[in-house]
């Protein structure tokens, strides 16, 4: 081998070290704190600093779920517990309506509780969340790689007491400040059906 090739060969082995020490410093979450008030809505908002989805949407392009607006109820119940956003006691997950805004979706954790899940399906993920230690402080928590959502659920309990699984379907993945998580969330704008915003 000459000398030409000796150079790229150690330069290639160095890119290989610094590609693979980069990774596995990487943390698996990035975790973002709301600072003000967020809620849910089934209208799309350019000048939000956050907007994510939230409910699903379903395969005759409604929102699934029974949802809650201005304390206005909206849809067809699909699951037994309501999730509301409530101004004081942040997530509050239930049988009944507790606060004029709030949706439905997979609960990933109660009470500290994890729950378990069938699903072996990895994909990225997206949580809102609370702690008991300051309830009325939400946050996001997102995993930086695929995961499934017993995996997901596991990982983000060390940080949180109450979370609920996020959409992170195929039309919009939303942004947070600017960060824009995907060119799908204005392309597919009209397609998606409801958001998280915090303006």
Known sequence: MNKFWKVVSAIFAVGLIIIFCSNTQKSTLTITTIT?????????????RICIPAAYTG??????????????THGKKSRSERISIHPKKGLVISKEWQSNNGFQQHVLIKDGEVRKFKDDRRFRRRALCCDASDPGK?????????????????????????????DMGR?????????????????????????????
């Open 171 to 199: 039309w919009g993945y939303g942004w947070i400040d600017n960060k824009t998580l995907s060119l799908w969330a204005y392309v597919f704008k009209d397609w998606q059906t409801n958001w998280l915003c915090c303006e």
């Open 36 to 48: 003000r008030e967020i809620a849910f809505t089934d209208k799309y908002n350019p000048d939000a």
């Open 138 to 166: 939400l946050f996001i928590i997102e995993s930086n790689k695929r995961m499934t959502m017993n995996d997901f659920a596991n990982e983000i309990s060390k940080h949180c007491t109450t979370a609920v699984n996020l």
């Open 59 to 72: 395969v005759d392009g409604e929102i699934e779920g029974e949802y809650r607006i201005n304390g206005v």
